[in-house]
C-alpha cells in the first residue's frame, strides 16, 4: 500500500479539519503542505499562518523537507495559566 | 532547590499542592502561590459552563517543565511547583497552581509573576470556552503577550 504523509493538527485546526488526515505527496517541504491544506481547507488560511510546523517534536522551518514516512503536528497559537 | 511540573488530567486541589510545597520548603521564609480559576463567563459575556484544555502528548509536559526550570534559575527561590491541568475544567475550579518558596518574599513574589506571564503565552494547550452560546477558542491577548515581553 502506497504510504501517505500524516498530519495531526490540534486546537482550532483539529476542530476545523480533523486531528489527523493523511496526504499522498511524493515528499515536499513544509511550505509546500501549509500550501496544499490551505487550498483543500481555506477555512483555516489564517490559522495555519500562525501555526508552527512540528516534526518528531521540533520545530520545523517552512524549507523543511518531510517525506510520506514522517509524521507532520501543525501547532496553532497556544496559550495555558 | 527542586523543580516539580505536573500535567494533571484530573481534579486539581490547591491545598494538597501548598502541603505539598511547604513540607519541600521548610528552611525558606517564604511561600508564594497562584491558583487560577476558570472563568464562568467569557469576554463577551456569555455563560461558560467548562474550559476544555486539549494538550500535545510530549510538548505540553515539556513546555510546562522548561518554563519552571527557567524560572527556578532565574530567582533566587529553593523550590517551584506547578501543576496545570488538562482535559475539561468546571466552571470555578482551578485550572493552574504555582508556588514558589525562597528564603525572603521578594524573589518568590516575582518567580511566580514570571511564571504565570510566560504560561499564559508558551505552555502547550488550546482553550475552548464551552457554554450555550457553543464553543470559542481562546488565544492570548496582546497584554498577555507584552507581559510576557517585559521579562525579556
Known amino acids: ?81 | 532547590m527542586s523543580v516539580v511540573a505536573l500535567l494533571e488530567p484530573q481534579a486539581l486541589d490547591p491545598q494538597l499542592e501548598l502541603a505539598e510545597l511547604t513540607e519541600a520548603a521548610r528552611g525558606d521564609g517564604a511561600i508564594v502561590t497562584f491558583v487560577g480559576l476558570a472563568r464562568p463567563e467569557s469576554k463577551q459575556g456569555n455563560a461558560v459552563d467548562a474550559l476544555v484544555l486539549d494538550h500535545h502528548p510530549a510538548l505540553t509536559r515539556q513546555s510546562l517543565q522548561d518554563i519552571a526550570v527557567a524560572c527556578a534559575e532565574r530567582f533566587d527561590v529553593s523550590h517551584v511547583r506547578l501543576v496545570h491541568r488538562c482535559g475539561t475544567v468546571p466552571a470555578r475550579e482551578p485550572i493552574v497552581f504555582a508556588g514558589a518558596a525562597s528564603l525572603h518574599r521578594r524573589s518568590a513574589f516575582d518567580a511566580i509573576n514570571y511564571l504565570m506571564d510566560r504560561l499564559k503565552t508558551e505552555a502547550v494547550f488550546w482553550k475552548r470556552e464551552v457554554g450555550d452560546a457553543g464553543s470559542a477558542w481562546v488565544e492570548p491577548t496582546e497584554a498577555d503577550f507584552a507581559d510576557r515581553d517585559r521579562w525579556g
Open chain 1, 1 to 81: 500500500m502506497e504510504m501517505e504523509l500524516r498530519i495531526r493538527f490540534y486546537g482550532r485546526l483539529a476542530d476545523a479539519i480533523a486531528p489527523e488526515i493523511e496526504l499522498a505527496t511524493g515528499g515536499c517541504s513544509i511550505s509546500d503542505l501549509r500550501s496544499r491544506i490551505a487550498s483543500d481547507y481555506p477555512v483555516v488560511e489564517a490559522t495555519l499562518g500562525r501555526s508552527r510546523a512540528c516534526v518528531g517534536d521540533s520545530i520545523a522551518g517552512d524549507e523543511q523537507q518531510v517525506s510520506d514516512a514522517d509524521v507532520v503536528e501543525f501547532l496553532p497559537p497556544v496559550s495555558g495559566g
